[in-house]
Structures are given as structure tokens and as C-alpha cells.
């Protein structure tokens, strides 16, 4: 039995009651992001609450799908096979239903709250079969659509209304065939109907029930937006042994909007936030100094750059499927596979004020090229050979093991972390450029971040708005009782500190706030 000490666990108070409803994230006050662990184990995920996340002030956690679904086995239990949903019961390689209950009490009382990947537009692939080759043992029959353990039958599906020729979406600049057709095969519910809503809102609402604060919901541009309101409008408040009462889930909508199709992520603001894709495309490509792009460029980041309302974007630099080269964003969205420039896109995703950010946290799995394209993108977790899905280890450096790359325990990325819930609240303020990729700003006066994305060194006195003093990089090293691990900042009396960054550091950035002050 693994267990974590905690040295102190700060009393949690209970945030104020806001009006903004189910556009608020739920976290804590003072904590600002989540992280989003692919495929992890409930039991895992519960100890890194305790251990990891709630020390170090994540807000949440974004999990897999938590109900059953297929067990896919050519190929061999894909990462895809969590979307492809057979009943509404909690059992799945990530864990049952005891160990998820466990898991969201044990992470609420530490102040780190769950979030729920909800697989609601659809079942499994109508090629599924039939049998009982699901994770709870359910029977099923993909080709009769019958589903008897939630239960659905063919009426509860939406093959009468889809117009395209092989029942599958073909024409994504159809709306009706966006959303009344399948998506790659899948059995599309009929969410038109009162019985096929209530379904999905009792599951959702047996979520909130066990404690969860908010839903990703999966596909939502392959639903109408009408029909998502209409669930949503059935879903209790949150629990309130840890929720405030009146308070509405957390929602934010998978919708892949790149500006090229009728469907735009706006179509779904009544029902909650929306995923921007945009964000980790163009900054991906503006980090690569792809097309002429130069980090100059990022003064009016955000709406300036035709994105969502920032009260209305969930922002990542990369999720689970585009780090796959799936979904949204193509060749220039950044991973843990290029960690450099990962680091400073997700460093400056965590220093700007634009949206409501989440981590990526993913395994490895063995990429192999064949005319541009990875054979090997379905793979699933690190498992062993009969399937079960391995344990996270925790390495004596603090990093992971058994193929768990674990970027939130990366330095860098958990300091900004850090940093993001320091400055909440703060003005983006004292932006500075070279006119190039050297690029500088702060968040009023409580932290400050330089980059250097050029191939020549920078040495440059800046404002940074913060009272004078020593201050502790974030990025090289941190603040370790009264000393630092690595590079130090002095900022004088006016505000201005000289900063030195070599375009050969392992990190070309720094990064300050008033919490790493001497």
C-alpha cells in the first residue's frame, strides 16, 4: 500500500457562490488549472491528489471515460476503445466503481477536484459485435443497437434521421449530417429524445452525486447544441460536503472549431465553456517560427488572435488526441516528444491570463512512421499482457516510470503551475519585444516571464512591475527555504532587473514571482 505523508494540508474553505455558473472551473480559490491524466489508474490518481497535486496547488483533475466500454482486441486494446461506450456502469481497465469513489473523496479532500470525460453522443462502433467484451462484462449487440445494460435499443438511435449515403459523417460542412450521422462508425444516440436525455443525465447526475465538480464533454459539435442544454438542464448541483450549495458542474465542450466549417465553437456558449483548438495550433506554430510567425507577434494573444471570449475558452498546448496527430491542429502543435520548445508554449500558456488552462500529463508509446504518419497512434497505456493497465511509479527524482512521461512533475511546467495561481487576478502588464522572438511581460505586480526563442543570446534590462529584491527563477531552479537552486534576479528599487538569457540554455526562459522572492 502506497501511501504519501502530507506535511500540511491547509484548511479548505469553501468558494463563494457565483452567478457564472456552469462556466466556472470549481476549483479553489487560488488555484487555476488542471491536468488532464490520460489513461491513468483511479488508484494512481488518487495518491498523486495527495502526494503531488494538491501540494502544489493543481485545481483538478481531468480523468478518462469512467463508464464501461468495449474491449477492442485487434488492435489490441486501443486508447480509442474509452470512447466507445457500452453501458453507464463505473468499470474500466482505469479502475471499478469503489476505487473511483475512493478516488474523487480522497482528491475533494485534499482540494483537488475531478472532471469527467462524458462519452454522451454515442456508443460503441457499429462493428462492435456482440457478446459480453466489455469492461463491466455487460452483454451487448452493436448490430440490433441493443443495449441492455443502460437500456437502449434501435429506437434510441439516430439512424433514421442521418442522410448520408453510408450512415457515417461525410461532409463536414453539412451541419445536419455533423450531427445526425455517425462519427467513424459509432452508434449515434438519438439525444432528441426525453428517454435518451434522462439516461445521460442520470449518469452524469450519479457522477455528481459521488462528487465530481464539472464534464468534458466528448463530441459536443456532433450534437445540437439544444440537445446538450436540454441534458444539462436535468443535472443537480454539486455535492455540497465539498461544493458550496447552488453550484452548478463545471462544463467545457470538446468542439474542434479551426474556422473552417459552419460549426463554431459560439454555436455552444449558452450550455458552457468550448475547447479552443486554435490556441495550441497557433502557438505550436508560432514557437516553431513556422510561416513567418515570431513570438512578437503574441501581444494581443487571445481574442486578438480570433480565439473565443477568454470567460468562454478551456486552453491546452496539445490533449490526448492531437498529440496523436488526431482531432485538431496538424503537424504543428508541440508534445513532451519535442520538450524544449513544450516547455515554453506550456510556460506561456501558464503565465498569460487568457482562459482556463490545462495540463497535459500522457504516456509514451512507441511512434513509428510510415509516409508521415504514425502506425502506432492507437496504442493504449503501458500494460501488461493480459491487458490491466500498469501503475504510475514515482522515480526518486520525482519524475514517473513505467512509460508515464508525467509533464505536470516536470520543474518547469509545475512551477508555472505555480506561478499561474501567484498572479490570478493580475493585469497582463509590461510587455517588451525585440521585434523578433525574444519577448517579455508581466501580471501586474506579482510575477514576470522572459523568452528567448531567437538563435543569439538576450541581455536586456526590463520594468517588471515587482517590488524590489531577489528573486528565484522558476525555470532553471527554485526558491529552497532562503536560497536559490539556480539563477537569481535582482530587481532594484524602479522595478528594472537585467536579465541574461543564452539561446543554448536548456530552458531559454525565466521566470519570477512574488512567492520565489528572498
Known amino acids: 500500500m502506497k501511501i504519501c505523508v502530507e506535511s500540511s494540508l491547509q484548511a479548505l474553505g469553501l468558494g463563494a457562490g457565483v452567478c457564472w455558473a456552469q462556466y466556472n472551473p470549481n476549483t479553489l480559490s487560488g488555484r487555476t488549472s488542471i491536468v488532464h491524466l490520460f489513461e491513468w489508474r483511479w488508484a494512481d490518481i488518487a495518491l498523486e491528489c495527495e502526494c503531488y497535486l494538491g501540494p502544489n496547488g493543481f485545481g483538478g483533475v481531468q480523468i478518462s471515460p469512467p463508464n464501461e466500454n468495449v474491449i477492442i482486441t485487434d488492435p489490441w486494446q486501443p486508447w480509442w476503445e474509452r470512447y466507445q461506450p457500452v453501458s453507464y456502469k463505473l468499470c474500466t481497465r482505469s479502475g471499478n466503481e469503489t476505487e473511483f469513489r475512493d478516488m474523487v473523496t480522497r482528491c475533494n479532500n485534499v482540494g483537488v477536484h475531478i472532471y469527467v470525460d462524458a462519452v454522451i453522443n454515442h456508443m460503441c462502433g457499429a462493428n462492435a459485435g456482440a457478446g459480453d467484451h466489455a469492461t463491466c462484462g455487460s452483454y451487448f449487440n452493436a448490430k440490433t443497437k441493443d443495449f441492455p445494460a443502460v437500456p437502449y435499443s434501435g429506437w434510441d438511435f439516430n439512424d433514421g434521421k442521418c442522410k448520408s449515403r453510408s450512415g457515417d459523417i461525410e461532409n463536414y460542412h453539412d451541419i445536419y449530417q455533423v450531427r445526425d450521422c455517425r462519427l467513424v462508425s459509432l452508434l449515434d444516440l438519438a439525444l432528441e429524445k426525453d428517454y435518451v436525455r434522462s439516461k445521460v443525465a442520470e449518469y452524469m447526475n450519479y457522477l455528481i452525486d459521488i462528487g465530481v465538480a464539472g464534464f468534458r464533454i466528448d463530441a459536443a459539435k456532433h450534437m445540437w447544441p439544444g440537445d446538450v442544454k436540454a441534458i444539462l438542464d436535468k443535472l443537480k ?6 461544493f458550496s450549495a447552488g453550484t452548478k458542474p463545471f462544463i467545457y465542450q470538446e468542439v474542434i472549431d479551426l474556422g473552417r466549417e459552419p460549426i463554431k465553437g459560439s ?7 468550448v475547447t479552443e483548438f486554435k490556441y495550441g495550433a497557433k502557438l505550436g506554430t508560432v514557437i516553431r517560427k513556422w510561416n513567418g510567425e515570431k513570438m512578437a507577434y503574441l501581444k494581443n494573444w487571445g481574442e486578438g488572435w480570433g480565439f473565443v471570449p477568454s470567460d468562454r475558452a478551456l486552453v491546452f ?6 498529440q496523436r496527430g488526431h482531432g485538431a491542429g496538424g503537424a504543428s502543435i508541440l508534445t513532451f516528444w519535442d520538450p524544449r520548445p513544450y516547455k515554453m508554449a506550456v510556460g506561456f500558456m501558464l503565465a498569460h491570463p487568457y482562459g ?4 497535459m500529463s500522457s504516456f509514451r508509446w512507441p511512434r513509428y512512421f510510415v509516409d508521415g504518419r504514425d502506425v502506432n497512434d492507437w496504442m ?4 501488461y499482457s493480459d491487458g490491466s493497465t500498469k501503475p504510475v511509479t514515482i522515480n526518486e527524482d520525482t519524475t514517473c516510470g513505467n512509460d508515464w512521461v508525467c509533464e505536470h512533475r516536470w520543474r518547469q511546467i509545475k512551477n508555472m503551475v505555480i506561478f499561474r495561481n501567484v498572479v490570478d487576478g493580475q493585469p497582463f502588464s509590461n510587455w517588451w519585444d525585440n521585434g523578433s522572438n525574444q519577448v517579455a511581460f508581466g501580471r501586474g505586480n506579482k510575477g514576470f516571464i ?4 531567437d538563435d543569439w543570446s538576450l541581455n536586456v534590462a526590463l520594468q517588471t512591475g515587482l517590488p524590489a529584491g531577489t528573486y528565484c527563477d522558476i525555470i532553471s531552479g527554485q526558491k529552497k527555504g532562503d536560497y536559490c537552486t539556480a ?3 535582482h530587481v532594484a528599487a524602479d522595478g528594472v532587473a537585467n536579465f541574461l538569457i543564452s539561446n543554448e540554455n536548456e530552458d531559454p526562459f525565466i521566470a519570477i514571482h512574488v512567492d520565489a522572492k528572498l
Do not use: A, I
Open 237 to 242: 448541483d454539486l455535492n455540497t460536503k465539498w
Open 267 to 273: 454555436d455552444y456558449f449558452g450550455n458552457g465553456r
Open 317 to 322: 498546448v496539445d490533449n490526448h488526441d492531437n
Open 356 to 359: 482556463f488552462t490545462r495540463v
Open 380 to 383: 493504449g497505456p503501458p500494460s
Open 450 to 453: 522572459v523568452f528567448n526563442n
Open 487 to 489: 539563477v537569481e534576479v
